[in-house]
């Protein structure tokens, strides 16, 4: 497809349980953001990648999330032991740059949405 | 910390009347400003975005105005369709090298267009 791709596109867990989403970039995209996007808030950065540099992971709220993109184009958001404040939508986002102009637009996935019991 | 504020919740506007979807940013840092449009169960898609060496850009119905002394932008839609009924956000950026290029969002618009 030609769009930011991720899965799943639901998923349930129980507390304590370990998940991993997945996403798909933009074929060729560089740049990869995490968003996690909580019920009636906007999306809040989590990480980002360039290719498979992870150059800024301020935004993940705590040591239970790791994301990895290890050959520079999918990339792996892991969370684990989680917690009823990790429900949430998660949102992947790419651009065609290393966002080093003003005009790079990031496309999001239809994201996925975590709701943990 | 809301850095980037949609103060009002909602809003309903009549078929063919204007939209005027407004937003205010509090970080001096921030050079760079985007309209996303979210349908339910899909992600943000772009709209418009303007620089602030500018007040002013237009996209066919979409202008988005800013005014940086005031710190406020406003998204502008005319004539309104019922197509254009989603939840829009603000979202902001730092101008630098990529790791600074994560954007900052407001807590989103949802707008209702009446037929």
């Known amino acids: 497809g030609a769009g930011v791709s991720q899965s799943p596109r639901y998923k349930v867990a129980k507390r304590g349980q370990d998940v991993a989403l997945r996403c798909d970039p933009i074929s060729g995209h560089v740049s990869l953001f995490w968003y996690q996007q909580a019920l009636g808030q906007g999306p809040e950065f989590l990480t980002y990648f360039q290719n498979e540099a992870q150059l800024d992971k301020s935004g993940l709220p705590s040591d239970r999330f790791f994301a990895e993109r290890p050959e520079g184009s999918v990339s792996t958001l892991k969370i684990q032991r989680t917690q009823q404040e990790d429900s949430a939508v998660y949102l992947c986002?790419?651009?065609?740059?290393?966002?080093?102009?003003?005009?790079?637009?990031?496309?999001f996935g239809p994201g996925t949405r975590l709701t943990v019991l | 910390d809301q850095q980037v504020k949609q103060n009002s919740p909602s809003l309903s506007v009549q078929e063919g009347r204007i939209s005027i979807l407004n937003c205010d940013y509090t970080?001096?840092?921030?050079?760079?400003f985007l309209w996303y449009k979210k349908y339910p169960a899909e992600g943000p898609t772009f709209l418009i975005s303007?620089?602030?060496?500018?007040d002013k850009n237009e996209d066919g119905r979409f202008t988005v105005f800013l005014n940086k002394s005031a710190k406020h932008l406003s998204l502008h839609i005319v004539p309104s369709q019922p197509g254009d009924s989603a939840v829009y956000f603000c979202a902001a950026r730092k101008r630098g090298s990529g790791a600074n290029s994560k954007l900052t969002f407001g807590k989103g618009i949802t707008l209702s267009v009446r037929p």
């Open positions: 970080n001096s840092m921030f050079d760079y």
């Open positions: 986002a790419s651009t065609t740059r290393e966002g080093l102009g003003n005009t790079d637009t990031q496309y």
């Open positions: 303007i620089s602030s060496i500018k």
